[in-house]
């Protein structure tokens, strides 16, 4: 079974099938589909050795916040459909760990939404990330702001 199918956001621990989420937002008004696909990569701010990151969030909060970022959207552009992912628990480099779908008639719209959908994710949901580095670990906030973590 399709999560997309039934879920406009979906934050597990299970990887992100971006072919599902392709599949869920198809439509045959569609002239244009986007995915965006956020991979763990080996370097950070001020880091250049990063073996693996650790996410975590509160899930209801953030399907809420993401499922309003969505809904945002999609009031502003002419979309289809949208779907957004984010990965929990341990990942590796090179696995995704956020991914957003969408479809509309024409390109741009697509486009636009999708990478409104994908900054606002970062600067709103509140999902935090530990960066693991040989010798060492650090959480962060996932758009790597400066804001304080325990509060």
């Known amino acids: 079974m399709n999560p997309f199918d039934r879920d406009t956001v979906v934050v597990s621990h299970e990887q992100i099938d971006v072919t599902a989420m392709l599949a869920a937002i198809g439509d045959d008004r569609a002239g244009a589909s986007v995915v965006f696909s956020g991979m763990v990569r080996n370097h950070a701010p001020g880091k250049t050795d990063i073996s693996h990151l650790e996410y975590e969030a509160y899930v209801g909060v953030v399907e809420v916040k993401i499922a309003e970022i969505i ?12 779907r957004a992912a984010h990965r929990l628990g341990e990942l590796g ?9 969408v479809s509309s008639a024409h390109r741009a719209e697509s486009f636009e939404a999708a990478r409104y959908v994908i900054d606002e994710l970062k600067k709103r949901a509140p999902i935090w990330k530990k960066e693991h580095w040989p010798g060492g670990a650090e959480w962060v906030r996932e758009d790597h702001s400066n804001q304080d973590l325990s509060s």
Do not use: N, P, Q
């Not at 809904?71 to 949208?82: F, H, I, Y």
């Not at 480099?93 to 779908?101: E, G, K, N, P, Q």
């Open 93 to 101: 480099i090179r696995d995704v760990s956020v991914a957003v779908a």
């Open 71 to 82: 809904a945002e959207a999609a009031a502003r552009w002419d979309v289809l459909e949208v």
